[in-house]
């Protein structure tokens, strides 16, 4: 039992609503919580009998609260919601992705672009959204693209056209950055009608569309009509893959299954009387916690997150400890009356009902997941025949083209499987090119030069590669305490590089270890090494067209986007630039002759 006196504590606590927060014996944040009146509520948690064992192990480890009184029961919501994200403590359930939602932007420039975005909201234009994912938004603009001809390039792309581009040639754009192919009244149509399209207005852009064909015919504009026509037909072929159509305008539906400690939570996104799409989330369930706790938890988090776009409308399947107070505090950050509903009238208990089954049958496939992967952690600890369960595994993978780009990466994975918010990537900088023992050794130092925390130590670190990589962690780890050293392996693909034919180094003896091609530990080691790869070569990736796109030109002092253009435009492009000499380059108009001559030299060092 804790050593907190809790008659002492409870003796002068004020009746007002507030926030409370409970420490254990090394000063963590264990516990927060909010209260109407303060005094009442952590009163219950030290009854003479409790009758959740769940809050029994909770209060056994309190060794200090404190609280923070506040004016109202909507301040005390959002500064619970607060230290939640700020301590994260392991009582609470925890909301595991607090990204903002991606949006359609339709920018308010004189030829306005199509764009993907997320973030906050501070460009002029208009936003279409939340989607459920960058997938369904970036789905969404392709298939825009073959029915409204409106621009979905960068700003400073559009900026620099001298002719069309691909897209243009491709009937996807309808090329407003040079003069002469559409007309600024034109262009302003197919703008309009993208946008009622993005509003859920089809019915109303085919009727438009249907209007202007049968004009362009009678006009004998046989080749108008034809592309009126296209349009048509392409945007009657997205509709018919429309997902849902109904009649509510701005709506997130909540769907919520709960088996053992393992909760899954499914929002639908409904805009412009559109089902945008869904997400299932699986938010951190304490053992203490009740499924009222779970879902008000996570459902505050989730609008409180930042960033988030609160509805007017919300279906809910349970109901929350006060809804009055919550509808008043979503109603204040979203600056309009938000309203909550049980899903009674037809068409939200069909959306309910549909959030319901989705949430089901996520819970059911994440935990045969959650199976799968403990069985194969089983697998692992009985071949490594260790003592203690493994917690958090690490594996390194080095990636890079003919030694340019170097970039390492490291990826995580604990008992529930990958652990995307720890993983990291690192570029290397100051090795000979292609030196990947160099290149480990870097990300290695790099990466546990601070690691103060047990936690954030591995139990095991794979070094994806053979004798060589494994021993520069073995050097690297060569003074770290033998009871702070994570256990060392190299994953050295075979001859073949197929999978189950890998060979598994044991640091120290360098003795390989017997797996079958076919034992569930083999398959997760083979998960880890895969998900390290392919984190390295998309961070490499990123980083070689970084400097493939990036203009040669960028890098001299004195040129901006204005004079880039400027020289390419009458040089005929890059190629053209190279060859040219430098009174050629100070015949440029804005090019002096000094500026000119240090052109020439950053082309031809």
């Known amino acids: 039992m804790s050593d907190f006196d809790a008659a002492d504590f409870l003796k002068n606590l004020t009746n007002q609503p507030g926030v409370y927060r409970m420490y254990n014996a090394q000063g963590d944040v264990i516990y927060v919580g909010k209260a109407k009146n303060l005094k009442k509520r952590v009163s219950s948690y030290f009854r003479m009998q409790v009758d959740n064992a769940k809050t029994r192990s909770l209060v056994s480890q309190i060794a200090n609260m404190d609280i923070t009184v506040v004016n109202s029961e909507t301040e005390a919501f959002l500064l619970e919601n607060?230290?939640?994200k700020k301590y994260k403590p392991r009582y609470n359930v925890l909301l595991r992705d607090d990204k903002s939602y991606p949006f359609i932007f339709l920018s308010a420039h004189e030829h306005p672009r199509l764009a993907f975005h997320r973030g906050p909201q501070k460009k002029k234009g208009e936003y279409f959204g939340p989607y459920p994912s960058a997938w369904a938004v970036r789905e969404s603009l392709r298939s825009m693209q073959k029915i409204f001809p409106v621009r979905q390039c960068e700003d400073s792309y559009y900026r620099a056209r001298s002719r069309p581009c691909l897209q243009y040639q491709m009937e996807r754009c309808s090329a407003p950055c040079v003069k002469g192919h559409v007309t600024d009244e034109e262009y302003a149509e197919q703008v309009k009608l993208a946008t009622l399209f993005l509003k859920g207005k089809n019915q109303q852009v085919i009727g438009t569309l249907v209007e202007r064909m049968e004009k362009a015919s009678e006009a004998l504009n046989f080749e108008a009509a034809g592309r009126y026509r296209d349009q048509i037909n392409a945007l009657r072929k997205v509709q018919e893959r429309q997902w849902v159509a109904g009649t509510q305008d701005e709506m997130d539906v909540f769907g919520f299954a709960l088996r053992g400690n393992m909760a899954c939570i499914q929002v639908m996104f409904i805009r412009d009387s559109q089902l945008l799409g869904s997400k299932a989330f699986f938010p951190k369930v304490p053992s203490t916690a009740n499924e009222d706790e779970i879902f008000e938890s996570f459902f505050l988090q989730f609008y409180l997150a930042g960033?988030?776009?609160?509805?007017?409308?919300?279906?809910?399947?349970?109901p929350l400890s006060d809804e009055d107070a919550i509808a008043e505090l979503l109603s204040s950050e979203a600056n309009?009356?938000?309203?909550?509903f049980r899903g009674a009238r037809e068409e939200k208990r069909k959306y309910l009902q549909l959030a319901q089954t989705n949430a089901e049958n996520a819970l059911d496939a994440q935990y045969s997941q959650q199976k799968s992967v403990y069985a194969r952690f089983l697998d692992l600890e009985a071949t490594l025949e260790r003592d203690q369960p493994i917690q958090r595994m690490?594996?390194?993978?080095?990636?890079?083209?003919?030694?340019?780009?170097?970039v390492a990466s490291c990826v995580v994975f604990n008992r529930e499987g990958p652990l995307k918010s720890d993983y990291r990537r690192y570029n290397i900088e100051g090795i000979t090119p292609g030196d990947d023992y160099a290149a480990m050794a870097q990300a290695l130092k790099r990466r546990y030069k601070n690691v103060k925390e047990v936690s954030k130590i591995p139990d095991i670190l794979f070094i994806d590669g053979g004798k060589g990589q494994l021993t520069q962690a073995e050097n690297f780890f060569e003074e770290w305490p033998e009871d702070k050293k994570p256990m060392l392996i190299g994953v050295a693909k075979g001859t073949t590089r197929k999978p189950g034919l890998?060979?598994?180094i044991l640091a120290g003896s360098h003795e390989t270890i017997p797996m079958e091609s076919h034992a569930p530990g083999l398959h997760l080691i083979q998960h880890i090494r895969d998900e390290s790869h392919r984190f390295a070569i998309t961070g490499h990736r990123n980083r070689r067209q970084k400097v493939k796109t990036t203009s040669t030109l960028e890098g001299?002092?004195?040129?901006?986007?204005?004079?880039r253009q400027t020289l390419l435009k009458f040089?005929?492009?890059?190629?053209?630039?190279?060859?040219?000499?430098?009174?050629?380059?100070?015949?440029?108009?804005?090019i002096s002759s000094d500026l000119a001559e240090t052109i020439y030299d950053h082309l031809h060092h």
């Open 556 to 563: 001299i002092p004195g040129i901006g986007a204005k004079r």
């Open 307 to 318: 960033n988030k776009v609160i509805p007017k409308q919300i279906v809910l399947p349970r």
């Open 502 to 504: 890998e060979t598994l």
């Open 82 to 84: 607060n230290f939640i």
């Open 394 to 406: 690490e594996c390194f993978d080095i990636s890079h083209t003919s030694g340019q780009q170097t």
């Open 571 to 590: 040089m005929g492009g890059l190629q053209g630039l190279k060859r040219a000499s430098k009174d050629e380059i100070a015949s440029v108009p804005g």
């Open 336 to 340: 309009y009356k938000v309203k909550f």
